[in-house]
Structure formats: structure tokens, C-alpha cells
């Protein structure tokens, strides 16, 4: 016969339960089963609790009540559900310090929400739920069997021993914990006690994955008002088991925390511990298999480290160290403080009320933190994103601001374009007509142009060839200093991952070259603009646009700061004679006015190119959230007000 992990063999038989089945209190317990009434029964003090009959109830039925009735219920609820909505939404695309515990802390806030708060807020009179947790070997399930008086949970050598969590509860509480009403992610088994020793039918076969479910077994040794659970170890080896413990301790309205004399101050529990401090959860530690000499000083030492971490009103139970019985029992006297004390719990409904209310507000309040440092890491997130923008945008504006210095200081008239210039307007002989008669200067210039265009033409593509390889180099330098940035930073890494964007973008090349031509033709227009209506149509007309639009080409970029020795007196000589022949057609005010204005066009074509390769980076930064943390702030303080007034 095969066992369901974590119980040992025995008559212990089990049936898979529906998400949302309703069945009777005595259901899952086979033909010749002795009755609840005839079963073991777990006594507090003297009086024995036997089960109320035909008392069946779930979350959803109308007979489950609120602790809270009209428009408020319904508020909190709608509150609740919207916090959960937007943490399970929310999204923190980088790498950050601490993103992947955030990220953690966020999936585990969603599943407290489904697990414990939502349920319990909207049922405060359900029975509690007591989880027995701890460290490896503590004797956990030893200590829950040792509670209800015979076997249901298995102890030993071989860890872990507890995989599957068992849940033990009164049958009339069943329809408690049937449906989906606490922990809904985890699927329900059945099981049922013969003759007060536990077994597992073939069909809960053993499985080495992750727990999906959680076994049901109704025990009338369990009084009503609280179910005990037998969770996995908080340290298990198994990363699985660690999880549904403290997915299970997060569900719980109140913890048995097992230790040991040896193993009381182990790192790993304390952890869980100061969590529930920080809920304000009721928590009993229970100190297991101490030597008898030992106990008044371990005793003491442990309530003083409980103290100091602001668990001073825990209740501290202490086992002594005592051999088991043949069916690896534990006497019943050594557990019967605890027994006595879960039973008064368990016996007074305002009591249990006023717990679970306890819990509940602690919880609320620590999620109302998660929801402050999930909004914090927010806009963390927002603020990463925001440095590598301006990172780029610094290097890709730098660069803009290269292009246009050396539109402005005379640089791009060096070589080529100096070389095409001066085929176009001849050279020394030219020049000093010009100076001696500017007439004669316009005559002959017109007459070169009129007879041949070419050479004007071969200056606009000089200045198109040099103009492409400034904004090119520029723009290959801002992505390569963009790259580095980037990869400096760990959300930078994460964004850009294995890509190679430290070049220019494929087809850039191209796309300068066509906005330098487009530059030129508005340049053509311009010209021709001026040129309407005036009495010099004529005498412009003579000159040919392509001349005009090469000379005011060469005044955009006659500055000389840039320029020494030779090539200043040679590139401001070609300046001068741009600018004179432009004087000579459209006077000196429109030459001013078309140099300027050419200019910025020039400006904003450039910062149009550069900003499209930037891009490139910013497309990668596109923080989404999910959620506007003005949203997740609202939250927290709502949750504050929730817990204050619950």
C-alpha cells in the first residue's frame, strides 16, 4: 500500500476533496470506522469536547459571517482585493540591489493575501489555525501526535520526515477547510482515522515535486474552534519543503514553535520568529527533549533571548528529554501544558476572536511595509531608469554640440571641400579683382557659373561627404561612451545584455547623407525665396542657385577658430569670397539672415539624426510598473487605516 508523503503507515485512509465540495462532517470515513464519539478524544482539563452534529459550513455559505457586516466588510474587502490585484501586477524590470528579494517579498505578500488575510478578514469566527513548525529534528510530529494522543503524523531518523502537511481539525469545523477558503493554491486530500492510528490508501502516491496539497484529517481529539497543522521543516533540505512552511506559517493565526535545548538559538528560526514578531502574532515556543539539569538555565536563557527580541509574552512550553513508547509516543503528561492551554483557546470564541483579530491587524500592518518597500523600490526602479536616460541623452547632446562646432569653426573647409571651392572660384587672380571691383568681381563670377555648373555641384557633394563622416564619428562616440555607461551599472548590463550597440546603427550612414541633401535643397530655397520679387532677380538668376547655395554653404561654415597657419588665410579668403558674392545679390542683412537661418536648420536635422540613434538605448528603458507607485502608496496607507479600525 502506498503511503502519502509525511504519514506513516497504518489505517489511515484518504480521498481527494473538490475545490469546492460540501460534504458532512463524518464523510471520508469507511465502512467500520468507529464513529467521532467513539474515537480518541483530546480532553482539556476534565471536560471531554464532543462534536456538534449537523453543524456544516463554508466560506461561502450564508452561515460563514464577517467579523464585519454592511458597507465596511464589503470596503475592506474591495480594498484587499485591490491591494492584491496591483502587487500581482507590479513589475520591476531591473536589475537593482535587492530586486530579486523584492520580487520574492511581492509573491509572497500576493499568496499571504489569498492565504490568510482575505479569508480571514471575511471570516473572523472561523476556527483558528495553529501551525506547528520548526527546525529539522525538533520532534514536531512527534509533539502533534503526542497532542491528539495516537500516531497521525510521521516521526523518525530520515529527514524530512514531514512533507505532505497534515491538518488536523474537529469534524464539525470540516467545512472550514474543505473549499477554498484558507491556502486555495494547495489541492485538499482526505483522510480519516481507524481505531485511532493513521494509514495512506494507493492512490496518494509518493511525489518528489513540489506539495500541491494539503491532507484534511478530522479527529475528534481536536477541539472545535482550531485546527492544528504539522508543517514542513523551516530548514529542511529540500528547497520545496522550505517553501510550504513558510507558506503555511504565513497562514497561520498562531505558531507552536518547536526547538530543541541544543538548537534554540539556530539562526533559521529566529528569522521566522522576529516575522512574527513583526505581525504581532501569537506564538508559543516549545523547548523539546531537554536534559533535566539543564532546564532551569536553557529555560532562562531562551525566554531572555525572547524578550530582548520583543517576543517577551510568548508562552514557553518545555518538554523533557524522555524516551518514546513502542508506537514512538511520547507520554501524554509531557505535552499537557500545551494541551491545556491550545484548549482554553480553543474553548473561548471571544478569545479566539480577539486572537485572530490580533493577528490579523499585524498582518495587515506588515503588509502595509511591504507596500511601502515595494512603492520605494518602485520608484527606485523609475530612478535607474531615469540616470541611464539622461546618460544617454548627455552623450548623444554632446555629441550634437561636436557637429555643430565644427560647422562653426571653419573645419569642414579643410581637404576636399576647400580643394572643390576653390575650382569653383578660381584663386589668387580671382581674388583680387574682387577687392578692386566688386562689379567686375560679380561680372565674372556670373559668367563662370553660367558656363559651367559643375564645379558647383562638386562642392555641395564635398561638403556632403565631409559633413557625413563629422556626424557619423560624433555619433559612433556617443553610442560607444552610451555602451560604457551602461555596462557599468548592473541594470545597464541587464538591459543591453549580449547586444553590441556600441557603433553607430546599421543604415545611419545612409541617413545622414539623405538629410544633408534634403539640408542642401532647403538651402536651394531659401535662396530662391529671397530672391522673389526683388529688381535683382535677374542678376541672381545669372548666377545659377547651385553657385549661390555653394557659396552660402561656405559662409555657414566660414568661422576659423578651428583652422592655423596656412589654411587660415586660404579658407578665409574662400569665406569672403561666399559671402561678398552673396552681398553683392541679396545685400548684407539677408546674408546674415539666410547664414542663420541655415544654420539652425542645419542644428535641427542633426539633433533629429542623434536623437533617433539615441534612441536606440532609450527604446530599452521603457519602465513599466505596472502600477503607479502613487497607487502602491495609497495602498500602504489605506492598509493602515484598515488595521486601525479592524
Not at 500516531?151 to 531518523?157: N, Q
Not at 522576529?274 to 539539569?293: E, F, G, Q, W
Not at 553683392?584 to 539652425?600: I, K, P, S, Y
Not at 527604446?619 to 488595521?643: F, K, W
Request: hydrophobic residues 45%; charged residues 20%; neutral net charge.
Amino acid at each position: 500500500m502506498k503511503t502519502v508523503p509525511g504519514i506513516s503507515p497504518g489505517p489511515f485512509f484518504v480521498s481527494r476533496i473538490g475545490w469546492a465540495s460540501r460534504r458532512d462532517s463524518s464523510a471520508g470515513v469507511l465502512p467500520g470506522a468507529p464513529s467521532p464519539a467513539k474515537r480518541c478524544a483530546w480532553r482539556f482539563g476534565s471536560a471531554q469536547r464532543r462534536p456538534r452534529r449537523n453543524h456544516v459550513l463554508n466560506w461561502h455559505d450564508d452561515a460563514v459571517s464577517s467579523h464585519e457586516t454592511g458597507p465596511g466588510a464589503a470596503t475592506g474587502v474591495a480594498l484587499l482585493e485591490a491591494v492584491r490585484q496591483d502587487l500581482a501586477a507590479l513589475r520591476l524590470p531591473l536589475a537593482l540591489p535587492g530586486t530579486d528579494q523584492m520580487r520574492l517579498d511581492l509573491r509572497r505578500a500576493v499568496a499571504q493575501l489569498d492565504d490568510y488575510i482575505l479569508p480571514r478578514y471575511r471570516s473572523l469566527d472561523a476556527p483558528l489555525l495553529a501551525v506547528v513548525g520548526g527546525s529539522t529534528g525538533a520532534g514536531k510530529s512527534t509533539l502533534v501526535n503526542a497532542l491528539v494522543g495516537h500516531p497521525v503524523t510521521r516521526a523518525g531518523a530520515i529527514r524530512p520526515t514531514t512533507r505532505q502537511p497534515i491538518l488536523l481539525h474537529h469534524p464539525a469545523d470540516a467545512a472550514w477547510f474543505e473549499g477554498q477558503r484558507v491556502l486555495p493554491a494547495l489541492g485538499r486530500i482526505r483522510g480519516a482515522l481507524v481505531d485511532g492510528r493513521a494509514q495512506a490508501p494507493a492512490d496518494a502516491a509518493l511525489d518528489p515535486g513540489p506539495v500541491t496539497s494539503l491532507v484534511l484529517v478530522s479527529d475528534s481529539a481536536v477541539p472545535p474552534g482550531i485546527a492544528v497543522v504539522d508543517a514542513p521543516d523551516v530548514d529542511s533540505v529540500s528547497e520545496n519543503n522550505r517553501q510550504l512552511a513558510g507558506q503555511l506559517l504565513a497562514a497561520a493565526d498562531l505558531w507552536v514553535f518547536v526547538t530543541t535545548a541544543n538548537r534554540y538559538a539556530d539562526a533559521v528560526p529566529w528569522r521566522l520568529l522576529l516575522d512574527a514578531a513583526s505581525r504581532d502574532i501569537m506564538v508559543a515556543v516549545v523547548l523539546d527533549r531537554v536534559p533535566p539539569a539543564a532546564e532551569a538555565e536553557v529555560s532562562a536563557d531562551l525566554q531572555a533571548m525572547l524578550s530582548r527580541e520583543g517576543l517577551g509574552a510568548a508562552q514557553l512550553f518545555v518538554v523533557p528529554e524522555l524516551p518514546l513508547d513502542a508506537a514512538g509516543m511520547l507520554p501524554a503528561e509531557a505535552v499537557e501544558p500545551l494541551r491545556v492551554w491550545l484548549g482554553k483557546l480553543a474553548g473561548d470564541a471571544a478569545g479566539r476572536a480577539g486572537i485572530a483579530r490580533r493577528t490579523l491587524n499585524g498582518t495587515l500592518l506588515a503588509l502595509a511595509h511591504r507596500v511601502d518597500a515595494a512603492e520605494q523600490a518602485l520608484s527606485e526602479q523609475q530612478h535607474a531608469a531615469d540616470v541611464l536616460a539622461a546618460d544617454a541623452r548627455d552623450a548623444y547632446d554632446d555629441a550634437v554640440a561636436r557637429i555643430l562646432e565644427a560647422t562653426r569653426d571653419g573645419a569642414l573647409l579643410r581637404g576636399e571641400v576647400l580643394a572643390r571651392w576653390q575650382d569653383f572660384v578660381g584663386t589668387g587672380e580671382f581674388f583680387r579683382a574682387m577687392e578692386q571691383n566688386i562689379g567686375r568681381f560679380r561680372d565674372r563670377v556670373g559668367a563662370f557659373v553660367r558656363g559651367e555648373p559643375a564645379p558647383a555641384v562638386r562642392v555641395e557633394t564635398a561638403i556632403e561627404t565631409g559633413l557625413q563622416a563629422v556626424i557619423v564619428d560624433q555619433a559612433a562616440k556617443a553610442a560607444e561612451h552610451t555602451d560604457q555607461r551602461w555596462r557599468s551599472d548592473p541594470a545597464g548590463r541587464q538591459v543591453l545584455g549580449t547586444d553590441d550597440v556600441s557603433g553607430a546603427s546599421e543604415g545611419f550612414a545612409d541617413a545622414v547623407a539623405a538629410e544633408i541633401r534634403a539640408w542642401q535643397g532647403s538651402l536651394m530655397e531659401l535662396i530662391r525665396t529671397e530672391g522673389q520679387g526683388k529688381r535683382t532677380q535677374a542678376r541672381w538668376l545669372s548666377f545659377g542657385i547651385n553657385g549661390l547655395g555653394a557659396a552660402l554653404m561656405i559662409v555657414v561654415f566660414s568661422m576659423t577658430a578651428g583652422l592655423t597657419g596656412l589654411e587660415i588665410g586660404v579658407a578665409g579668403g574662400t569665406a569672403v569670397v561666399g559671402q561678398r558674392l552673396l552681398e553683392a545679390v541679396f545685400g548684407e542683412d539677408a546674408v546674415r539672415r539666410l547664414a542663420r537661418t541655415a544654420r539652425e536648420d542645419l542644428h535641427l536635422r542633426c539633433q533629429s539624426l542623434l536623437a533617433a540613434e539615441c534612441q536606440r538605448f532609450l527604446t530599452r528603458l521603457e519602465v513599466d510598473g505596472g502600477v503607479p507607485p502613487s497607487a502602491i502608496a495609497g495602498h500602504a496607507a489605506a492598509l493602515r487605516r484598515l488595521a486601525a479600525t479592524s
